[in-house]
């Protein structure tokens, strides 16, 4: 190995204090994490520890100058052997990558990643809750931890990875609010990043559309106001007539794994796909004309949401009752089973934790 990671594991677990029948999304912090330091250029000092605090100057460059990304994956058991698996961990290392390089910031190696991950659900597999729709969300996180006042980029940093079991996602369908004054990304930006900075400034907007009665924002482009963009943290998809349409990815959008799951599994079974821009007048057109049978949004925290609504410039739009839905209920469940090894891993995005040389019980 070349970077050899160092556990310390915990004196006394934390599980007991855990309502696994009422788990609330980030919640319940597993009871390790994995810590690396980027010193002096170079990855060093890789290490799985109990989860808690830690100290930090306040003059620390991510507070600041926002050098701060992160991931969001999941991880289930194998329905049948129980073995944690991991869901296409390669897509999510690519993106923290392209997120690192846009932010000037160190890319991580992937053994670091996938052993930090290895290690870290080997000894919390315990935390991997097991109940219908429940996961083991996984957050790894990087950030700028040089403590400078200067504005550039940091020359250190320190990249982390915790989790939390997360029970299923029930919500009920959506209802966005278009939105004609705010934008979450623009050309040139850092949309396609997972910068944390790009969630806060969307935490007002959201706060607004809430305010109104809305769940989420659908974003539509920031030049012309009229291309759907994403819906809250989603990406959005359409089913127009018998296609699936979804736009295609810019700098102004992320790239979702869901999104890119969900349009392997459509294109298999043999449904047509368009990956093309869509306007809110399109949209709305086949709304009038009947031809928009579903929409809904992806991503990992609720794996497909359904929209029941939206509304632009003040008028609603109501989409069928979700009873009439083929493709959406379908693939979610296609989707959720696949995680689970209940579907053949027909693309190989299944990948087994191992057992690593430790032993591990929660003392
Ligand atoms: C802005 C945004 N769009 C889309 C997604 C969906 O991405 P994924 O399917 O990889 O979770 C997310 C969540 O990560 C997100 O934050």
Same mark, same amino acid.
Request: with cysteine; proline share 6%; glycine share 6%.
């Given at each position: #190995?070349k970077?050899?990671? +160092?556990?310390?594991?915990?004196?006394k677990?934390?599980?007991?204090?855990?309502?696994?029948?009422?788990?609330?999304?980030?919640?319940?912090?597993?009871?390790?994490?994995?810590?690396?330091?980027?010193?002096?250029?170079?990855w060093?000092?890789?290490?799985?520890? *109990?989860?808690? *605090?830690?100290?930090?100057s306040?003059?620390? #460059?991510?507070?600041?100058?926002?050098?701060?990304?992160?991931?969001g994956?999941k991880?289930? @058991?194998?329905?049948?052997?129980? &073995?944690?698996?991991?869901?296409? $961990?390669?897509m999510?290392?690519?993106?923290?990558?392209?997120?690192?390089?846009?932010?000037a910031?160190? /890319?991580?190696?992937?053994e670091?990643?996938?052993?930090?991950?290895? !290690?870290?659900?080997d000894?919390?597999?315990?935390?991997?809750?097991?109940?219908e729709g429940?996961?083991?969300?996984?957050?790894?996180?990087?950030?700028?931890?040089?403590?400078?006042?200067?504005v550039?980029?940091?020359?250190? !940093?320190?990249? &982390?990875?915790?989790?939390?079991?997360?029970? /299923?996602?029930? $919500?009920? /369908?959506?209802?966005?609010?278009?939105?004609e @004054?705010y934008?979450?990304?623009?050309?040139?930006?850092v949309?396609?990043?997972?910068?944390?900075g790009n969630?806060?400034?969307?935490?007002?907007?959201?706060?607004?559309?809430?305010?109104?009665?809305?769940?989420?924002?659908?974003w539509?482009?920031g030049?012309?106001?009229?291309?759907?963009?994403?819906?809250?943290?989603m990406?959005?998809?359409?089913?127009?007539?018998?296609t699936?349409?979804? $736009?295609?990815? %810019?700098?102004?959008?992320?790239?979702?794994i %869901?999104?890119?799951?969900? =349009?392997?599994?459509?294109?298999d079974?043999?449904?047509?796909?368009?990956?093309?821009?869509?306007?809110i007048?399109?949209?709305i057109?086949?709304?009038k +004309?009947?031809?928009?049978k579903?929409?809904?949004?992806?991503?990992t925290?609720?794996? =497909?949401s359904? &929209?029941?609504?939206?509304?632009?410039?003040?008028?609603?739009?109501?989409?069928p /009752?979700?009873?009439?839905?083929? &493709?959406?209920p #379908?693939?979610?469940?296609? =989707?959720e089973?696949?995680? @689970?090894?209940?579907?053949?891993?027909?693309?190989?995005?299944l990948?087994?934790v191992?057992? %690593?040389? =430790?032993?591990?019980?929660?003392k």
């Open positions: #190995m970077y050899p990671i +160092s556990v310390e594991l915990v004196e677990s934390r599980i007991s204090e855990v309502d696994f029948s009422n788990l609330v999304f980030g919640r319940n912090i597993s009871d390790h994490m994995f810590v690396a330091d980027y010193i002096d250029g170079e060093t000092d890789c290490r799985i520890v *109990p989860f808690g *605090p830690m100290l930090m306040p003059a620390i #460059m991510a507070l600041h100058y926002g050098q701060a990304i992160f991931e994956m991880a289930n @058991k194998d329905a049948k052997t129980g &073995v944690p698996l991991l869901f296409r $961990p390669e999510h290392i690519e993106r923290i990558n392209r997120s690192a390089v846009r932010m910031m160190q /890319p991580i190696p992937d670091i990643f996938m052993n930090a991950l290895n !290690y870290l659900l000894i919390d597999r315990a935390w991997i809750p097991e109940s429940s996961a083991l969300y996984i957050r790894p996180h990087m950030f700028a931890i040089d403590a400078t006042l200067g550039k980029a940091s020359d250190n !940093y320190r990249f &982390v990875i915790m989790t939390s079991p997360v029970g /299923p996602y029930y $919500p009920k /369908p959506i209802r966005l609010l278009v939105s @004054k934008v979450r990304a623009f050309p040139g930006g949309g396609f990043a997972k910068a944390a969630y806060g400034a969307t935490l007002a907007p959201a706060a607004q559309a809430k305010e109104k009665g809305f769940d989420q924002i659908l539509l482009d030049i012309e106001f009229k291309y759907l963009q994403e819906c809250g943290t990406n959005i998809m359409c089913v127009i007539g018998d699936v349409v979804t $736009p295609n990815l %810019t700098d102004t959008i992320l790239a979702g %869901t999104r890119d799951s969900i =349009l392997h599994l459509i294109r079974i043999g449904l047509k796909i368009e990956e093309r821009p869509i306007s007048h399109e949209v057109e086949a709304n +004309s009947g031809e928009l579903e929409m809904f949004g992806t991503g925290a609720a794996v =497909l359904h &929209v029941s609504e939206f509304s632009y410039k003040d008028e609603i739009y109501t989409l /009752p979700l009873e009439g839905r083929k &493709v959406g #379908m693939i979610k469940k296609v =989707l089973d696949y995680k @689970k090894g209940i579907q053949p891993d027909k693309f190989n995005w990948i087994p191992k057992k %690593t040389i =430790l032993i591990t019980s929660h």
